[in-house]
């Protein structure tokens, strides 16, 4: 009897020990076993300045190099969205609300100039944009995961808002704008990254690589 309960106890201790020794393997291995929602605090969260404007972009792919630009380009691209639509919202009502002509061909000036002004700003402002932080993940099933946070600071955002005015002053001229060019560029140059209305969050596709 005491023979077969000194046996039965040490089954019991070796399980013990194989649960242990498996369990710490799985701990070490943690980069590899990342929960889907253990994401970034800053990813899931950007962070907002006065004096800058943030955007996030994910990427899961088999290349590390190819999963990082890609999710880099996701950022930009959504921070070009995020810019441009408030500025061609800003100088399409600026002009609307100070212009004479009420025409179809004056309020379809008026559009294609603010989108021009809007694509040239946003060009010249996304070549500063620099990646600000990032992290990488290495799975299981051989993939890579990127997220990546892209600042655009916007310390000289009125000097460029002033040389695009200018170089579209002779069509602005066009439009029969009551309005000084000058207190367009004001308005422009006033937008803020903390503003609730230019915060770029989405565009990440997160979702939709997820699934690979």
Same mark, same amino acid.
């Given at each position: 009897m005491k023979k077969i309960l000194t046996m039965?106890?040490?089954?019991?201790?070796?399980?013990a020990m194989v649960v242990s020794c498996g369990g710490g393997d799985k701990q070490e291995s943690g980069k590899s076993g990342r929960k889907r929602m253990d994401l970034?605090?800053?990813?899931?969260?950007?962070?907002?300045?006065? /004096?800058?404007?943030?955007? &996030?972009?994910?990427?899961? *792919? +088999?290349?590390?190099?190819?999963?990082?630009?890609?999710?880099?380009?996701?950022?930009r691209d959504e921070l070009s969205r995020v810019l441009g639509t408030k500025v061609t919202n800003m100088t399409k009502d600026f002009i609307?609300?100070?212009?004479?002509?009420?025409?179809?061909?004056?309020?379809?000036?008026?559009t294609e100039f603010s989108q021009s002004v809007s694509k040239q700003l946003t060009d010249n402002m996304l070549s500063g944009s620099t990646i600000d932080q990032q992290e990488f993940y290495e799975l299981?099933?051989?993939?890579?995961e990127v997220f990546v946070l892209i600042k655009l600071g916007l310390s /000289?955002?009125?000097?460029? &808002?002033?040389?695009?005015? *200018? +170089?579209n002053a002779a069509a602005f001229a066009k439009l029969q704008a009551t309005k000084a060019l000058d207190e367009l560029s004001a308005e422009i140059a006033s937008l803020r990254g903390d503003n609730k209305d230019v915060k770029a969050k989405g565009g990440s596709g997160y979702e939709e690589d997820y699934e690979d």
């Open positions: 039965l106890m040490a089954v019991v201790a070796l399980t970034p605090t800053w990813y899931a969260v950007p962070p907002t300045s006065p /004096d800058a404007l943030y955007a &996030v972009g994910y990427a899961k *792919k +088999a290349k590390l190099q190819l999963a990082q630009t890609i999710a880099a380009s996701r950022a609307e609300e100070g212009t004479t002509g009420t025409g179809a061909d004056e309020i379809g000036d008026a299981e099933d051989g993939n890579y /000289d955002f009125g000097a460029k &808002v002033d040389a695009v005015m *200018k +170089a």
